[in-house]
């Protein structure tokens, strides 16, 4: 598919043990289904062409040639198709029987996986009948022109080489030291599993948690095919609980019993940026068993969709994760609350979100330190542009808060501050807007050193990604709270506070939440109502931080941002506007990272930040042309 993503799919035929003809017709006809829905990657239940409850019938030559005639036939059926399939059979080589997984593609066997681990415990006894795969590779006469025979095997796309999937066999999941670990290190960034896992209670849910583990630590994409229904039950019963995971995120599930297959399209090119990134993963270098195939086409996405809000989590999820992050704001504070022996918490109220944000984290850490509210140092600034409804927003929530209150109006300071650099107070510009941010700075870090206290910063990572703070300004703070908070993440962390709080302070941020995102510097409407609206000048917020996780989360480029914005905002937002905000983002990020080079402490609480002592390190003049000139050329 376009953009290194990959459309896999993990299938359970219907299937009668012994009978490898019946099951590869079965097999073909997924095939063919998954062939008109554009599938790169097809894999099947290990076993699937005899079976994997035959007993003692694998060890007649009967059931291994009735197998091989078998594979060749499904082989034949992938000829003139792009595709990559694996298919399950008893193999007998030098001597000896192995479970194997046959990689089929373009019409040939490219090579078989024999399972490395032969479970003999409980239910399971292939040690009766197979052998564990032997130490390295050899050459089989089948076909044609042979089959590669080697656990190690990986198999990669021709054209695009850095797609490369590894295979492993059931158990060789649940070792110690899976052959999956040996195949990620040599290169393969999708693992596929042919399994025969029967159905207990209890093991869906282990089954996920070492899928999860096993393609997270292996920064991999994982498709795991299992046995399904069509197998004997007179001892188990196998459900078809087939799996699909990216970095230790569940894609797809076909639910145990539902006969489904599972399906998704893997992002291989999010998995190579993760590990180029994550030093401690190490590619030992290609090993000799690479097998090349043509089985990535160009097809679109049409499974996979990404969250509009990546930074907000959906659900059930989201109100456990508030509370986790406020807890982790707060408890951060406190700790430099503590370190630094401050009497008091100064910060400024404008009756907006981040404010109103910052305040209730201080809130929360004067509580975890037994200190009294009172000491809480709430100003709230009101300036040229500031409304009514703010400035009665702040007042309210500084109120039913129980902190200290202080009214500064700063109008007549800046004035004065404008006569004096002889500035006309009716040019609206960028001295007009700043120099009222600079001077609540002012204000608030000299109302601190009165009172033996730490300014607060307001702030959030959104702004800081745009440059939308003033330098020095509301930039400045000596802890920042909101640093690592995106904005559309403020939302909802608000809205978790004020329906865990209730009351009066529940009525207040429900107001806060309804107010129009603006650093009100410019004066209001002839009705009073907010002039300067931020996501009118610098674009929907919504767009910034989905392209801020694009970018620095995910490593995409603006191709590839642009292709995945459409699909995820067809409904609120055409190209052209898509493009024009990824421009501007683009631009602005490269041109403000002085700003985020100096930025005071704060918590990082996600898997994205701004700091340039934890996560970005990027100099202040680095030139955004690359970035800038694909996307404009998009």
Same mark, same amino acid.
């Given at each position: 598919?376009?953009?290194?993503?990959?459309?896999? /799919?993990?299938? *359970?035929?219907?299937?009668?043990?012994?009978?490898?003809?019946?099951?590869?017709?079965?097999?073909?006809?997924?095939?063919? +289904?998954?062939?008109?829905?554009?599938?790169?990657?097809?894999? #099947?239940?290990?076993?699937?062409?005899? &079976?994997?409850?035959?007993?003692?019938?694998?060890?007649?030559?009967?059931?291994?040639?009735?197998?091989?005639?078998?594979?060749?036939?499904?082989?034949? /059926?992938?000829?003139?198709?792009?595709?990559?399939?694996?298919? $399950?059979?008893?193999?007998?080589?030098?001597?000896?029987?192995?479970?194997?997984?046959?990689?089929?593609?373009?019409?040939?066997?490219?090579?078989?996986?024999?399972?490395?681990?032969?479970?003999?415990?409980?239910?399971?006894?292939?040690?009766?009948? #197979?052998?564990?795969?032997? +130490?390295?590779?050899?050459?089989?006469?089948?076909?044609?022109?042979?089959?590669?025979?080697?656990?190690?095997?990986?198999?990669?796309?021709?054209?695009?080489?850095?797609?490369?999937? &590894?295979?492993?066999?059931?158990?060789?999941?649940?070792?110690?030291?899976?052959?999956?670990?040996?195949?990620?290190?040599?290169?393969?960034?999708?693992?596929?599993?042919?399994?025969?896992?029967?159905?207990?209670? !209890?093991?869906?849910?282990?089954?996920?948690?070492?899928?999860?583990?096993?393609? &997270?630590?292996?920064?991999?994409?994982?498709?795991?095919?299992?046995?399904?229904?069509?197998?004997?039950?007179?001892?188990?019963? #196998?459900?078809?609980?087939?799996?699909?995971?990216?970095?230790?995120?569940?894609?797809?599930?076909?639910?145990?019993?539902?006969?489904?297959?599972?399906?998704?399209?893997?992002?291989?090119?999010?998995?190579?940026?993760?590990?180029?990134?994550?030093?401690?993963?190490?590619?030992?270098?290609?090993?000799?068993?690479?097998?090349?195939?043509?089985?990535?086409?160009?097809?679109?996405?049409?499974?996979?969709?990404?969250?509009?809000?990546?930074?907000?989590?959906?659900?059930?999820?989201?109100?456990? =994760?508030?509370?986790?992050?406020?807890?982790?704001?707060?408890?951060?504070?406190?700790? =430099?609350?503590?370190?630094?022996?401050?009497?008091?918490?100064?910060?400024?109220?404008?009756?907006?979100?981040?404010?109103?944000?910052?305040?209730?984290?201080?809130?929360?850490? #004067?509580?975890?330190?037994?200190?009294?509210?009172?000491?809480?140092?709430?100003?709230?600034?009101?300036?040229?542009?500031?409304?009514?409804?703010?400035?009665?927003?702040?007042?309210?929530?500084?109120?039913?808060? !129980?902190?200290?209150?202080?009214?500064?109006?700063?109008?007549?300071?800046?004035?004065?501050?404008?006569?004096?650099?002889?500035?006309?107070?009716?040019?609206?510009?960028?001295?007009?807007?700043?120099?009222?941010?600079?001077?609540?700075?002012?204000?608030?870090?000299?109302?601190?050193?009165?009172?033996?206290?730490?300014?607060?910063?307001?702030?959030?990572?959104?702004?800081?990604?745009?440059?939308?703070?003033?330098?020095?300004?509301?930039?400045?703070?000596?802890?920042?709270?909101?640093?690592?908070?995106?904005?559309?993440?403020?939302?909802?962390?608000?809205?978790?506070?004020?329906?865990?709080? $209730?009351?009066?302070?529940?009525?207040?941020?429900?107001?806060?939440?309804?107010?129009?995102?603006?650093? +009100?510097?410019?004066?209001?409407?002839?009705?009073?109502?907010?002039?300067?609206?931020?996501?009118?000048?610098?674009?929907?917020?919504?767009?910034?931080?989905?392209?801020?996780?694009?970018?620095? =989360?995910? &490593?995409?480029?603006?191709?590839?941002?642009?292709?995945?914005?459409?699909?995820?905002?067809?409904?609120?937002?055409?190209?052209?506007?898509?493009?024009?905000?990824?421009?501007?983002?683009?631009?602005?990020?490269?041109?403000?990272?002085?700003?985020?080079?100096?930025?005071?402490? $704060?918590?990082?609480? !996600?898997?994205? *930040?701004?700091?340039?002592?934890?996560?970005?390190?990027?100099?202040?003049?680095?030139?955004?042309?690359?970035?800038?000139?694909?996307?404009?050329?998009?």
């Amino acid at each position: 598919m376009k953009h290194q993503f990959v459309k896999v /799919a993990a299938a *359970s035929p219907e299937l009668k043990v012994a009978d490898p003809a019946f099951n590869a017709k079965k097999i073909i006809g997924i095939i063919g +289904e998954h062939a008109q829905k554009g599938t790169e990657l097809l894999v #099947f239940p290990e076993l699937c062409l005899s &079976g994997y409850t035959c007993g003692d019938l694998f060890l007649q030559q009967t059931l291994l040639d009735g197998c091989l005639s078998a594979l060749k036939t499904v082989a034949e /059926a992938t000829e003139d198709r792009k595709m990559l399939v694996f298919v $399950g059979l008893p193999l007998s080589h030098q001597g000896k029987l192995y479970n194997c997984a046959a990689g089929i593609s373009g019409g040939k066997v490219l090579g078989f996986v024999p399972k490395t681990y032969i479970p003999n415990y409980n239910e399971f006894y292939e040690a009766r009948y #197979f052998s564990s795969a032997p +130490e390295g590779g050899s050459w089989l006469p089948f076909g044609d022109d042979g089959a590669a025979f080697s656990a190690e095997l990986v198999f990669r796309d021709e054209k695009f080489p850095e797609i490369a999937v &590894g295979c492993e066999i059931c158990e060789d999941l649940w070792a110690p030291e899976s052959p999956s670990v040996r195949l990620a290190k040599s290169g393969a960034n999708i693992i596929v599993n042919l399994s025969a896992s029967n159905e207990t209670i !209890g093991k869906r849910e282990y089954r996920k948690t070492l899928l999860s583990a096993q393609s &997270g630590k292996n920064l991999c994409a994982y498709i795991y095919a299992d046995a399904g229904v069509g197998e004997s039950t007179s001892d188990m019963v #196998f459900a078809g609980n087939n799996l699909i995971y990216e970095n230790g995120v569940c894609l797809a599930e076909s639910l145990p019993f539902s006969g489904e297959a599972a399906e998704a399209e893997v992002d291989v090119g999010f998995l190579l940026h993760e590990r180029r990134k994550l030093n401690t993963f190490c590619i030992n270098g290609e090993n000799d068993d690479w097998l090349d195939a043509d089985f990535v086409g160009e097809g679109d996405l049409s499974l996979r969709k990404f969250p509009q809000l990546p930074f907000v989590p959906q659900g059930r999820e989201l109100e456990k =994760r508030c509370g986790l992050i406020l807890s982790m704001q707060s408890t951060a504070l406190a700790r =430099r609350l503590s370190h630094t022996h401050a009497k008091t918490a100064v910060i400024g109220v404008s009756g907006g979100l981040d404010s109103s944000l910052a305040l209730l984290v201080v809130c929360r850490a #004067f509580d975890l330190l037994g200190k009294d509210r009172g000491d809480i140092i709430a100003l709230t600034m009101p300036g040229f542009g500031t409304t009514l409804k703010t400035k009665n927003n702040a007042l309210s929530i500084m109120q039913a808060a !129980g902190v200290t209150v202080r009214n500064v109006s700063i109008g007549g300071a800046v004035n004065r501050h404008f006569r004096d650099i002889d500035h006309d107070p009716e040019s609206r510009d960028t001295v007009y807007e700043n120099a009222q941010a600079r001077y609540r700075t002012m204000v608030l870090m000299d109302v601190a050193n009165e009172t033996g206290g730490i300014v607060i910063g307001t702030g959030d990572m959104s702004e800081l990604a745009l440059g939308w703070c003033t330098y020095n300004g509301d930039h400045m703070s000596m802890y920042a709270v909101n640093s690592s908070v995106p904005k559309t993440l403020v939302k909802s962390l608000v809205a978790y506070e004020a329906k865990r709080l $209730g009351g009066r302070m529940e009525v207040v941020l429900k107001s806060v939440l309804n107010t129009e995102i603006s650093p +009100e510097l410019l004066p209001p409407d002839e009705e009073g109502n907010i002039a300067q609206k931020t996501e009118d000048i610098v674009g929907p917020y919504e767009l910034h931080d989905f392209y801020l996780w694009c970018f620095l =989360r995910r &490593g995409y480029s603006p191709a590839k941002t642009l292709y995945v914005a459409e699909r995820t905002f067809a409904e609120k937002h055409d190209r052209e506007t898509l493009k024009k905000w990824l421009v501007s983002f683009y631009k602005r990020f490269f041109a403000q990272q002085f700003k985020r080079n100096c930025v005071p402490d $704060g918590v990082k609480v !996600g898997s994205v *930040s701004l700091s340039p002592r934890a996560d970005l390190r990027m100099p202040s003049d680095a030139s955004a042309s690359l970035w800038v000139k694909e996307a404009e050329e998009l």
